[in-house]
């Protein structure tokens, strides 16, 4: 068996064996086949498809390529939550506290930001001294003392996820099905929590463009999880417009603190009930109406936000001191009219810009920029009118770049709604 029989199989669209994709995961990640030869069977993977049997597979070789982790320490229903990417989705900075609130453990492992979507990891570095990265043995114990912690992947979880995904983000290779069901379910079965929420973002904003598609990957990643005894459940939200006011990482935690007050974006709530709704209705066993009231209840009497400030603690963070640039500018209409649209994958990539976000693996991030959403979609708008604050360090952003971002009309038109559809 060679790695270029195997490139030249799925070039044919021919279905690869479980003997040829071990093959070819184990020798990536030991360095044996090269980034070129792996990128060329990407490509050929992301134009012709994979099966279902390849999808299962694939996502079992990459978990095998490292550490399960073992939370049998941790007593109850262990309850984890992934969202497949957004531009200002902070949700997993209220949803991890709220849910633990109501007496559900939270296993969170997060990742860093992908190209022009934010990753939960770096928005938490924006704390000071927060600890992003905990051995499996503090991550344990802190869910143990305090019921909820959030980590970055730890070293050898799906080292095969580390080294693929790093490849196809800079080589056009992201935007696939398979490869992205493989990618997370990879990572949530060997992180090893027992039931798994997935919020699949949909819109111009998201990896996935269609509710087609993205019903497609749900149906995927739920098949797989059954394979593993663990529960999924989907759902289907909307990224067609930035989620709450903020993006850019400092910014977005103190968003994520308001919500947490009962404060701020009604949209980014009604999200985080959702989600939260299903986490517990899940790890409590209970029906999902009854979740409802707990997570409604525990919002408003704040003991989401205190179970949040443990995490903080716990995490060494210093939340007196979250980065936000002390530089801002704001931009204001041209035009008079409604706001019909507020383009997700224009801002994202805008933050990143401003530094929000990295174009290389090794860039470092300036947690302190980005951009402050002053008017929603829907809203009606004057000539002069502030649109939104740009919050910068060195880099700013040219004013008609933002303001293409914003589709301005005479009538206004339906908002696409913001849960499409939830598939267990
Ligand atoms: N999130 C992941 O973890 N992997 C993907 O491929 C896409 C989103």
């Known amino acids: 068996m060679t790695i270029l029989d195997i490139i030249d199989k799925k070039r044919l669209k021919q279905e690869l064996t479980f003997e040829e994709i071990k093959y070819v995961v184990d020798n990536f990640v030991n360095g044996n086949i090269p980034d070129y030869q792996m990128s060329a069977l990407l490509m050929a993977m992301v134009i012709n498809g994979m099966t279902e049997k390849e999808t299962i597979d694939l996502t079992k070789v990459m978990i095998d390529s490292g550490d399960i982790i073992d939370l049998s320490s941790i007593s109850g229903i262990k309850v984890d939550k992934h969202s497949t990417g957004g531009v200002g989705d902070k949700t997993t900075l209220i949803l991890a506290p709220l849910v633990a609130s109501c007496g559900v453990k939270v296993v969170k492992m997060s990742g860093r930001g992908l ?27 802190q869910v143990n003392d305090i019921g909820v912690a959030i980590t970055s992947q730890t070293g050898n979880l799906v080292p095969a996820d580390k080294k693929i995904y790093a490849l196809r983000d800079v080589t056009g290779t992201v935007s696939s099905i398979p490869l992205i069901a493989t990618s997370i379910m990879s ?4 992180s090893g929590a027992d039931k798994i929420v997935i919020d699949v973002k949909v819109g111009n904003g998201a990896l996935i463009k269609t509710i087609e598609e993205a019903r497609i990957l749900a149906n995927l990643m739920i ?55 299903i986490m517990v209705s899940l790890g409590k066993q209970i029906a999902l109406e009854e979740a409802k009231k707990e997570i409604m209840t525990n919002l408003i009497n704040g003991q989401a936000y205190q179970k949040f400030m443990e995490m903080v603690k716990a995490q060494n963070g210093d939340i007196d001191k979250i980065n936000i640039s002390f530089k801002s500018y704001s931009v204001k209409s041209k035009q ?72 301005i009309e005479k009538e206004r038109k339906e908002e696409k709604p913001l849960i499409y559809e939830i598939i267990e």
Do not use: W
């Not at 770096?122 to 503090?138: C, H, M, P, R, Y």
């Not at 005894?229 to 977005?252: A, F, H, R, Y």
């Not at 980005?370 to 740009?390: A, F, N, P, R």
């Open 115 to 141: 190209g022009h979507t934010g990753g939960t990891i770096d928005k938490l570095e924006a704390i000071k001294g927060f600890k992003v990265n905990l051995s499996v043995n503090e991550f344990i114990k």
């Open 187 to 190: 990572k949530k079965i060997a």
């Open 223 to 277: 098949k797989i999880g059954k394979q593993y005894g663990k529960d999924v459940v989907c759902v289907l939200s909307d990224m067609n417009q930035p989620l709450g006011q903020t993006i850019g990482n400092g910014l977005e935690v103190v968003e994520a603190i308001h919500v947490l007050r009962v404060k701020g974006s009604i949209k980014l709530r009604e999200l985080v009930i959702t989600l939260g709704s």
């Open 336 to 407: 008079e009219g409604y706001i019909n649209g507020i383009d997700a994958l224009g801002i994202g990539e805008i933050v990143r810009k401003l530094g929000g976000g990295r174009f290389h693996k090794e860039d470092e991030i300036n947690y302190g920029v980005g951009i402050l959403l002053e008017k929603s979609v829907g809203e009606y708008v004057k000539q002069g009118d502030k649109l939104l604050t740009v919050y910068y360090d060195e880099k700013r952003i040219d004013e008609q770049e933002i303001l293409n971002c914003f589709m």
